[in-house]
């Protein structure tokens, strides 16, 4: 039997659940602990970050950060709510939105991942270095591009082309019901 929704269970707690945890847990330790937040995105010279506060111009960004952090998964939250809760019964248009939704955090986990690896220099693959926050963002970072590819390939999920048929495809028709202008 096919899927019947495009955002089946597990992507569900993945994308509704796991990711806006992560980033709203992201969002209040940043606010909290900005120095901290601060002092473990890339290794320092000589192994240690300054003792002298942070500039207002560098706390204020972290907060500014911080909150696009915990704003991101609060969308993913209410979006993929909804498109559940009230698009139950048009898996193709749940498909497109998911899919508008989650291709560009697609780009973002790859970005994000890139960034934190040049970031490391050299000391890169040094992974029995690496600091409980770069693990974090690693482990993390996989688990959701992978996740993300997955939705991507139709893996456990509604496929309009593949599991569509002319019984069950949502239409728009255009032009008052005009078949030359038809949107999927």
């Not at 890339?42 to 909150?67: C, F, K, M, N, S």
């Not at 270095?129 to 482990?139: K, Q, Y």
């Not at 991507?152 to 069950?168: A, S």
Request: hydrophobic share 45%; proline share 7%; aromatic share 14%.
């Amino acid at each position: 039997m096919s899927p019947t929704s495009a955002i089946p269970p597990f992507y569900w707690l993945i994308f509704g659940w796991y990711e806006p945890l992560l980033t709203v847990g992201g969002f209040l330790g940043a606010m909290l602990y900005p120095k901290e937040t601060h002092d473990q995105q890339a290794p320092w010279p000589g192994g240690e970050p300054p003792l002298d506060p942070l500039p207002r111009a560098t706390v204020v960004t972290i907060y500014q950060l911080a909150h696009v952090v915990g704003l991101m998964g609060l969308i993913n939250f209410f979006v993929l709510g909804s498109a559940r809760r009230y698009l139950f019964g048009q898996p193709a248009v749940q498909e497109k939105i998911v899919g508008a939704l989650l291709t560009p955090l697609l780009f973002g986990d790859i970005f994000h991942m890139a960034v934190t690896l040049w970031a490391l220099g050299e000391t890169r693959w040094d992974v029995r270095n690496w600091s409980g926050m770069l693990w974090i963002t690693m482990v993390t970072g996989i688990t959701l591009l992978g996740s993300r590819v997955a939705w991507h390939l139709g893996i456990g999920r509604y496929v309009h082309k593949r599991d569509g048929t002319q019984d069950n495809k949502w239409l728009i028709l255009c032009h008052y019901g005009s078949s030359d202008h038809v949107w999927w």
